[in-house]
């Protein structure tokens, strides 16, 4: 019989900030008993570098883990790794210094994470001279934190040496987390992985902070954004096996399946098929007033959210730069994808020198194209995207209050018409993460709203209202049929694709290929329908009397040139239509409708 319990009710988790050498773990160690400095390096430099855990229980016997994050400017990027997902920050500011450069920092992180709040920590009060002393670094943490998330947090004096004011901080910590907001359940379990080890006997382990979800022994689950796929083998919280683990816990995760080498900090764990990878995407962004340097246009930056962090380049929507201190909106494309939702909360990075330069929230993941820059439809459909919370969707909807999530959907759909009046309709990747719903879910939504004929879905796959066609303007219309007239005059081998662009502009194109009035069939090849289907005649002609067509058979039966025969064969081997045999091509389905 498994001695593990089915779960624990809720747990609490606070990460610690401040500037280095101000008394983190030392606080940390005089609250719980435990050193969180896990790593030799650490012990023997006596200041953090990694991330270290502990924990300790309420006098109910509730318990609250702790994050101890670093404060060394060198090693901010691993503070950044573990301040996510916590219910309390212990903000730690010594008081024979004061506020100091990353005090600063971290300060801002919390404020551009939106940490539910805190307590503030006055350390080492047993080391200044006076009360008066005290009184003015008192003044001076009030007038930093106004304004910010910490703004009416208590400010504590204590001495983690002596014991001097640890049982009020004890029962401060107590208080602020009992009136907590409890974490957030949707049903769809994620966990930032943190750090990742091996156990003889027990292979590889994981732990992270769990949002939105409960995890169980024996669940499948998969490791974003690669896709490896294992199995839950045991769960532990705090040094206790478990069965069950509830959202807002520290978990250990034991993984079946899965190797040590093939995870790491950064990589997410959540159920199969609920979370794509993102490359692109779209945010609100607050830039730090601290900040040294305006955001411009095109800029690389280092973005971090939950535990991951990758090189990235922005691209700011509603100006030509955001000079510190503004707000604005950018498109994020990412160097690695990462499986990101709306409402995810981020932090961005000068990667040198190294500098925090703002943050803020995802609101639309896994956007597949880059949007026009000073463009008021699309800054009007970004607001109008702000106003869907997916946790309350999926509550909604679990609920059965239908009628307000399809309410949200016709409005997303129709900001998106106003937005791409070229565009056949929203796809349903997008319009899922919207909408926070898994895809299974938003068919389940849509097979109601299209019966009804609120919504239709069109012949490419995107969703549309009942009435909308694209509508390109006069000079649009010019353009396509100038476009048009130059494929129909060499049908065989008519304008690249680079070519087709300076005709139409990107947007036009890009909208063309939707209508499927051309068809792509390599990075540098177009062709009208028609032309294909030529193509796919005189390839089964030549199928049918020689057994086989070859590049040059079907270059001399159109006309056309190498590139063009070339691209359509390998076009006709992709679908499985043809084969290549050397140099030849021999038939192999014979399913031709696949060509459309």
């Known amino acids: 019989m498994s001695l593990a319990k089915q779960a624990i009710g809720r747990m609490y988790v606070i990460g610690t900030a401040g500037h280095v050498d101000h008394g983190k773990s030392t606080l940390v160690r005089a609250l719980t008993g435990i050193d969180p400095d896990r790593l030799k390096e650490e012990q023997a430099r006596q200041m953090t570098i990694d991330l270290g855990f502990a924990f300790y229980a309420l006098p109910d016997g509730e318990l609250v883990g702790i994050v101890d994050v670093p404060g060394h400017r060198d090693f901010i990027e691993n503070m950044l790794a573990g301040v996510g997902g916590i219910h309390l920050a212990l903000f730690v500011i010594a008081a024979d210094e004061g506020v100091m450069p990353q005090t600063r920092e971290h300060l801002a992180i919390l404020d551009l994470l939106q940490i539910p709040g805190g307590v503030i920590a006055l350390t080492k009060m047993d080391m200044v001279p006076d009360e008066q002393w005290l009184d003015m670094v008192q003044l001076d943490i009030l007038e930093h934190v ?42 769809r379990p994620r966990l930032w992985i943190d750090r990742v080890f091996s156990v003889s006997g027990f292979g590889t382990v994981v732990t992270g902070t769990l949002l939105d979800g409960q995890l169980t022994t024996g669940q499948e689950v998969e490791i974003q954004p690669r896709g490896l796929r294992g199995r839950i083998r045991g769960l532990q919280s705090h040094n206790m096996p478990l069965e069950q683990v509830n959202p807002g816990s520290r978990v250990a995760v034991n993984l079946n399946g899965v190797e040590r080498n093939d995870v790491r900090r950064g990589d997410l764990l959540t159920l ?49 730069v955001l000079p510190p201190g503004s707000e604005g909106w950018l498109q994020v494309e990412l160097r690695e994808n990462l499986p990101l939702l709306k409402g995810d909360r981020f932090i961005l990075r000068n990667p040198s020198p190294g500098e925090t330069i703002g943050g803020g929230e995802v609101v639309e993941a896994n956007i597949t194209r880059r949007y026009h820059r ?41 900001a998106f018409h106003k937005a791409d009046p070229l565009r056949t309709g929203i796809k349903p990747e997008s319009l899922a993460h919207q909408l926070g719903l898994s895809r299974a879910e938003l068919n389940e939504l849509l097979s109601g709203v299209v019966a009804s004929g609120a919504i239709r879905i069109t012949a490419t796959g995107t969703i549309a209202q009942p009435g909308f066609s694209p509508q390109p303007s006069k000079s649009q219309r010019a353009a396509i049929d100038r476009a048009l007239a130059a ?44 032309a294909l289907h030529d193509f796919a005649d005189s390839t089964r002609q030549a199928l049918a009397e020689e057994g086989k067509i070859t590049i040059k058979t079907l270059r001399d039966r159109l006309q056309t040139s190498r590139k063009y025969a070339q691209a359509v064969l390998e076009y006709f081997d992709s679908l499985g239509l043809t084969r290549r045999d050397g140099d030849d091509h021999v038939a192999g389905s014979e399913d031709w409708t696949k060509v459309g």
């Not at 004011?165 to 974490?183: F, I, K, M, V």
């Not at 490359?279 to 830039?287: A, N, Q, Y």
């Not at 601290?290 to 100006?319: I, W, Y």
């Not at 909208?511 to 009208?528: F, I, K, N, Y």
Request: hydrophobic residues 40%; charged residues 20%.
């Open 374 to 414: 000073n463009r008021p439809e699309v800054i009007a459909a970004l607001e109008a995207a702000t106003h869907t919370a997916p946790a309350e969707l999926i509550a909604l909807t679990q609920q059965s209050h239908q009628q307000e999530l399809l309410d949200r959907l016709m409005r997303i759909v129709a």
């Open 272 to 320: 199969p098929e609920t979370i794509s990878p993102s490359h692109r995407l779209s945010v609100r962004f607050r830039h730090l007033p601290e900040a040294t340097q305006p955001l411009r246009h095109n800029a690389e930056v280092k973005f971090f959210c939950g535990s991951a962090e990758t090189m990235a380049r922005v691209r700011v929507l509603d100006a030509n």
């Open 487 to 530: 494929f129909e005059a060499a049908p065989y081998a008519p304008p690249s694709y680079k070519e087709t662009a300076e005709i139409l502009g990107e947007t036009l194109l890009t909208a063309l290929l939707e209508w499927e009035t051309l068809v792509r069939l390599s990075g540098d090849v177009l062709l009208t329908p028609k």
């Open 146 to 187: 106004t304004g910010t998330v910490l703004d009416g947090a208590p400010i504590l004096p204590v001495s983690a040496r002596t014991g001097a004011g640890l049982d009020t901080l004890r029962a401060t910590l107590d208080s602020q987390l009992r009136h907590s907001p409890p974490a957030t359940d949707v049903g």
